[in-house]
């Protein structure tokens, strides 16, 4: 009885927003999905348009590896490993542990199930746009969404620390996030194009939601890309952002870290910053002080508080629908 009074409720919900346009998401990983998982249970799914980072994007031996596109599908798909975060949940590992064996180094710990699909990516890429990969990975997992690439054109984030320049996986996977950071930058991002399906969507946006992934790592380098920067600055006004941080912390990942190398303090009023141009709103979580609102208010964006820690999947609903309510405020 619960169940379905719960059903009722969530189709309301998604009727209440239905529209021509589009719900926007621009996204990386753990956080943009978790809530990606909300949003398909309050939304309708066929008119959500995610925006996808590609920037820890890399070819491997085996094949093209996206590492926030395939965790987007997988949670779409119901597919993703929810321990991790990334992966399929009970994948098997028998061809990592075999390379392992053989005396081949893949530090990045990859299951078969998951391996196929950076097979196929690769080999499509010899004749095909990423957008154009994407969209058939997308339809072929049954996946009603659009996910869209922020670009078919390489962008890498390069992590400067002691130990050299790294990428992302290389930091957070074979150094476990240890070397000191010193610079972060997005090699390729001048000369990179946004897909012209990304700016579309955003052309047509009902309201664009700026999800709580990383911001270094995630979020900047799609808002980078001179074509999605232009167009979020003209829609500002339908834009809202969540924040990833709470009184000082992440909520996953050494975003800390990154925000100390670029200078600024790990808070969520540098995230409203880094932001500001883009959103006309945020969600910041109930802990936060009043002080804090207004100093986000004084750069001109309406503060919204509610949890935004999503643990279980009550909450990511809750979050999702407190965002779709706020857009419309």
Request: charged letters at 30%.
């Given at each position: 009885?619960?169940?379905?009074?719960?059903l009722i409720?969530?189709?309301?919900k998604?009727k209440?927003?239905?529209?021509?346009s589009?719900?926007?998401?621009?996204s990386g990983?753990?956080?943009?999905?978790?809530?990606?998982?909300?949003?398909?249970?309050?939304?309708?799914e066929?008119?959500?348009?995610?925006?996808?980072?590609?920037?820890?994007?890399?070819?491997?031996a085996h094949?093209y590896?996206?590492?926030?596109?395939?965790?987007?599908l997988y949670a779409?798909s119901n597919?993703?490993?929810?321990e991790t975060?990334?992966?399929?949940?009970n994948?098997?590992?028998?061809?990592?542990e075999?390379?392992?064996k053989l005396g081949?180094?893949?530090?990045l710990?990859i299951?078969?199930?998951?391996?196929a699909?950076?097979?196929?990516?690769?080999?499509?890429?010899?004749?095909?746009?990423?957008?154009e990969?994407?969209?058939k990975q997308?339809?072929?997992?049954?996946?009603?969404?659009l996910?869209?690439p922020?670009?078919?054109?390489k962008?890498t984030?390069?992590?400067?620390t002691?130990?050299?320049?790294?990428?992302?996986q290389?930091f957070?996977?074979?150094?476990?996030?240890?070397?000191k950071?010193?610079k972060?930058f997005?090699e390729?991002?001048?000369?990179?194009?946004?897909?012209?399906?990304?700016?579309?969507?955003?052309?047509k946006?009902?309201?664009i939601?700026?999800?709580?992934?990383?911001?270094?790592?995630?979020?900047?380098p799609?808002?980078n890309?001179?074509?999605i920067?232009?167009?979020l600055?003209?829609?500002?006004?339908?834009?809202?952002?969540?924040?990833?941080?709470v009184?000082?912390?992440a909520?996953?990942g050494?975003?800390?870290?990154?925000?100390?190398?670029?200078?600024?303090?790990p808070?969520?009023c540098e995230?409203?910053?880094?932001?500001?141009?883009?959103?006309?709103?945020?969600v910041?979580?109930t802990?936060?002080?009043?002080?804090?609102?207004?100093?986000?208010?004084?750069?001109?964006?309406?503060?919204?508080?509610?949890?935004?820690?999503?643990?279980?999947?009550?909450?990511?609903?809750?979050?999702?629908?407190?965002?779709?309510?706020?857009?419309?405020?």
């Amino acid at each position: 009885m619960v169940r379905e009074k719960l059903l009722i409720y969530l189709e309301k919900k998604k009727k209440m927003f239905l529209g021509k346009s589009m719900l926007v998401v621009l996204s990386g990983g753990t956080g943009g999905v978790k809530l990606i998982q909300g949003l398909k249970e309050v939304y309708p799914e066929e008119k959500l348009a995610i925006i996808a980072n590609t920037a820890d994007d890399k070819w491997l031996a085996h094949g093209y590896f996206s590492p926030d596109i395939d965790s987007i599908l997988y949670a779409l798909s119901n597919e993703i490993n929810e321990e991790t975060w990334y992966g399929i949940k009970n994948d098997s590992f028998a061809t990592h542990e075999r390379l392992l064996k053989l005396g081949y180094d893949e530090y990045l710990k990859i299951g078969d199930i998951d391996r196929a699909m950076h097979i196929q990516r690769g080999a499509l890429l010899k004749k095909m746009k990423l957008c154009e990969v994407i969209e058939k990975q997308r339809k072929a997992l049954g996946i009603k969404a659009l996910v869209i690439p922020m670009s078919d054109d390489k962008v890498t984030t390069r992590i400067e620390t002691s130990q050299g320049i790294l990428d992302l996986q290389e930091f957070l996977v074979k150094f476990k996030a240890l070397p000191k950071v010193k610079k972060i930058f997005y090699e390729g991002i001048y000369k990179a194009k946004a897909c012209e399906k990304a700016t579309e969507v955003i052309k047509k946006a009902k309201g664009i939601i700026i999800a709580p992934s990383n911001p270094i790592t995630s979020i900047l380098p799609i808002i980078n890309l001179k074509e999605i920067k232009n167009e979020l600055t003209k829609k500002r006004n339908k834009c809202i952002a969540v924040s990833p941080i709470v009184k000082g912390q992440a909520v996953s990942g050494p975003l800390e870290k990154f925000l100390r190398a670029e200078k600024l303090e790990p808070s969520v009023c540098e995230v409203a910053k880094l932001y500001k141009d883009f959103a006309s709103k945020i969600v910041i979580d109930t802990e936060e002080d009043e002080l804090t609102t207004k100093k986000i208010k004084a750069l001109d964006i309406d503060v919204f508080k509610t949890s935004i820690v999503m643990r279980e999947k009550g909450e990511k609903i809750k979050l999702a629908s407190f965002l779709l309510e706020a857009l419309r405020a």
